[in-house]
Nanobody, 116 residues
Framework: QLRLVESGGGLVQPGGSLRLSCAASGSGFGINIMGWYRQAPGKERELSARITTSGSTNYADSVKGRFTISGDAAKNTVYLQMNSLQREDTAVYYC??????????WGQGTQVTVSS
């Protein structure tokens, strides 16, 4: 069983930056893909960014050029650096992990609020 612990959310003004972290722990697991999804009020959960163990990345069009996903394999941790934040980025951000056996895990979510 994999456990995901997220941190780094909060309140930020438009144009500001935040860095989210997600650390995976457990025993006997192998990670294939780590990523971040977000869900705004009244909207469906959507992919923001993801990274494979080989370093390949994918970004939603809405965050390209502003968000950067990175990973630390030794720490089983994925980061999401969010710059030039906009009010439209306000959402609960969820860490997502696909393991090598096709299982999918979700973090508890961390709130990001962009407001002046």
């Amino acid at each position: 069983q994999l456990r995901l612990v997220e941190s780094g959310g909060g309140l930020v003004q438009p144009g500001g930056s935040l860095r989210l972290s997600c650390a995976a722990s457990g025993s006997g697991f192998g990670i294939n893909i780590m990523g971040w999804y977000r869900q705004a009020p009244g909207k469906e959960r959507e992919l923001s960014a993801r990274i494979t163990t080989s370093g390949s990345t994918n970004y939603a069009d809405s965050v390209k050029g502003r968000f950067t996903i990175s990973g630390d394999a030794a720490k089983n941790t994925v980061y999401l650096q969010m710059n030039s934040l906009q009010r439209e980025d306000t959402a609960v951000y969820y860490c997502n992990v696909h393991d090598n056996w096709g299982h999918v895990y979700w973090g508890q979510g961390t709130q990001v609020t962009v407001s002046s």
